[in-house]
């Protein structure tokens, strides 16, 4: 059977240890030389850089989040080993691991990382599909004439990099279309490399839970819970048909998934669904000045990063968090498309006068969707508002001022609320 030492990256064919360097860091698979689309996790990335940074962090329970009232970002091993999971409520984690360091996100450190790793993934192939700063799908197709050596060691290669070079680990899944390469990458964390190869595939999925699947949240697997869809093999029992009567357009995906379907191909220009930005605060509050100026920053922020790529949203939407958890979701479309932080404001702000609800509050958020190119953006504007046109130019004057001079040479009032 085909085997690959992670360590040195020797090729061989036996049982037992790597015969250069008697590394038991093995991985053997008949089809080992054969597959090419694959997935590559970091191993909790956050945490992992900070530990990189502060050596006295080794062997710690580290969190990275916010205050006692904002949520875990990602847990190193250590603190997951105690229960801390991601998006954990920061006083439930603290609850699990009294003793952990909690750390806030340095995240312009974390993108400086990620591009670095980028760089390595590009010496590979240009195929890659990044999913966050930590994680991305790789078509290595036909590289092996490129590199002389097949998809397998080079990604072996590729993490052996980022240890050496970078100090991070990350994990490898290796399979035959992207829904298996995650599953796989998830396999042996951390600093795992698994590989499902397509005769393995309807006996290794055949038992296993439908909540393996990417993208099938908490309401998807209640709504496949109550219709007694638990694992694989259930999925397998119904028609496709009825899959789609009763699921609509994830029926047909399931369908598909069951039988390690997946036709999606690496896309190196996956488009952007949606940009928003979100605080939770430090104490409950009712304030609307004080909510009015988190609604502004909010609306800034999405507003940068829409600029930054060109992007402009249509649907603007608002999202708060009651003290008791309760999530509200408002949203509305526009006329057309914006990127303007006064145009989303406003809308925002017009959402949150309806609500009717003076809370007090946890969390809010402020995002658009339904994205489109920005030469779109903004050509309506407001018909009811004669003044948006003044504002739209003093914004964009705003930005080329802040451009020259740094994102603090103005601010507005209301964002020192």
Same mark, same amino acid.
């Given at each position: 059977?085909?085997?690959?030492?992670?360590?040195?990256?020797?090729?061989?064919?036996?049982?037992?240890?790597? %015969?250069?360097?008697?590394?038991?860091?093995?991985?053997?698979?008949?089809?080992?030389?054969?597959?090419?689309?694959?997935?590559? @996790?970091?191993?909790?990335?956050?945490?992992?850089?900070?530990?990189? @940074?502060?050596?006295?962090?080794?062997?710690?329970?580290?969190?990275?989040?916010?205050?006692?009232?904002?949520?875990?970002?990602?847990?190193?091993?250590?603190?997951?080993?105690?229960?801390?999971?991601?998006?954990?409520?920061?006083?439930?984690?603290?609850?699990?691991?009294?003793?952990?360091?909690?750390? #806030?996100?340095?995240?312009?450190?974390?993108?400086?990382?990620?591009?670095?790793?980028?760089?390595?993934?590009?010496?590979?192939? %240009?195929?890659?599909?990044?999913?966050?700063?930590?994680?991305?799908?790789?078509?290595?197709?036909?590289?092996?004439?490129?590199?002389?050596?097949?998809?397998?060691?080079?990604?072996?290669?590729?993490?052996?990099?980022?240890?050496?070079?970078?100090?991070?680990?990350?994990?490898?899944?290796?399979?035959?279309?992207?829904f298996l390469a995650k599953v796989a990458s998830d396999l042996?964390?951390?600093?795992?490399?698994?590989?499902?190869?397509?005769?393995?595939?309807?006996?290794?999925?055949?038992?296993?839970?439908?909540?393996? /699947?990417?993208?099938?949240?908490?309401?998807?697997?209640?709504?496949?819970? #109550?219709?007694?869809?638990?694992?694989?093999?259930?999925?397998?029992?119904?028609?496709?048909?009825?899959?789609?009567?009763?699921?609509?357009?994830?029926?047909?995906?399931?369908?598909?998934?069951?039988?390690?379907?997946?036709?999606?191909?690496?896309?190196?220009?996956?488009?952007?669904?949606?940009?928003?930005?979100?605080?939770?605060?430090?104490?409950?509050?009712?304030?609307?000045?004080?909510?009015?100026?988190?609604?502004?920053?909010?609306?800034?922020?999405?507003?940068?990063?829409?600029?930054?790529?060109?992007?402009?949203?249509?649907?603007?939407?608002?999202?708060?968090?009651?003290?008791?958890?309760?999530?509200?979701?408002?949203?509305?479309?526009?006329?057309?498309?914006?990127?303007?932080?006064?145009?989303?404001?406003?809308?925002?702000?017009?959402?949150?006068?309806?609500?009717? @609800?003076?809370?007090?509050?946890?969390?809010?958020?402020?995002?658009?969707?339904?994205?489109?190119?920005?030469?779109?953006?903004?050509?309506?504007?407001?018909?009811?508002?004669?003044?948006?046109?003044?504002?739209?130019?003093?914004?964009?004057?705003?930005?080329?001022?802040?451009?020259?001079?740094?994102?603090?040479? /103005?601010?507005?009032?209301?964002?020192?609320?």
């Open positions: 059977m085909p085997a690959l030492c992670r360590d040195c990256l020797t090729q061989f064919d036996r049982a037992g240890r790597c %015969p250069a360097c008697a590394s038991p860091r093995v991985t053997r698979h008949e089809e080992l030389w054969d597959l090419s689309i694959a997935h590559m @996790d970091c191993d909790a990335f956050y945490a992992s850089v900070e530990k990189r @940074d502060d050596p006295t962090l080794e062997g710690k329970p580290v969190i990275i989040g916010g205050g006692r009232r904002g949520v875990v970002s990602t847990a190193c091993y250590v603190a997951r080993i105690r229960g801390v999971k991601s998006a954990m409520p920061m006083f439930q984690a603290l609850k699990l691991c009294p003793e952990a360091v909690v750390i #806030k996100p340095r995240m312009e450190v974390y993108v400086e990382a990620s591009r670095a790793i980028r760089a390595m993934m590009e010496d590979l192939t %240009p195929a890659i599909e990044p999913l966050s700063l930590d994680e991305a799908f790789l078509d290595m197709t036909g590289t092996a004439r490129l590199h002389g050596a097949p998809p397998a060691v080079m990604l072996a290669r590729l993490v052996r990099r980022m240890k050496t070079e970078l100090g991070l680990t990350g994990s490898i899944g290796l399979s035959h279309n992207k042996d964390k951390p600093h795992g490399f698994s590989v499902i190869g397509r005769a393995e595939t309807g006996a290794f999925l055949r038992d296993k839970p439908v909540r393996m /699947i990417w993208g099938v949240g908490a309401a998807g697997q209640a709504s496949l819970d #109550k219709a007694g869809i638990r694992t694989f093999s259930d999925l397998l029992r119904w028609e496709k048909t009825d899959l789609v009567a009763r699921f609509g357009g994830m029926g047909e995906r399931l369908w598909h998934l069951a039988r390690g379907e997946d036709r999606r191909r690496v896309s190196a220009h996956a488009p952007m669904k949606s940009i928003s930005n979100e605080t939770t605060f430090g104490e409950d509050t009712s304030d609307p000045d004080l909510l009015d100026g988190h609604i502004w920053r909010m609306a800034e922020k999405v507003a940068d990063r829409a600029k930054a790529k060109g992007l402009a949203g249509r649907v603007v939407t608002l999202k708060l968090k009651r003290a008791n958890h309760t999530l509200i979701t408002r949203r509305v479309s526009l006329t057309d498309p914006t990127q303007l932080a006064d145009r989303i404001y406003r809308t925002a702000r017009s959402l949150y006068d309806q609500l009717g @609800d003076p809370g007090p509050y946890r969390l809010l958020g402020c995002g658009i969707s339904d994205l489109s190119e920005a030469a779109q953006a903004d050509q309506l504007g407001d018909l009811l508002d004669p003044m948006a046109g003044k504002r739209s130019q003093a914004e964009r004057a705003t930005d080329a001022i802040r451009d020259r001079f740094g994102a603090r040479a /103005i601010v507005k009032g209301r964002a020192l609320r």
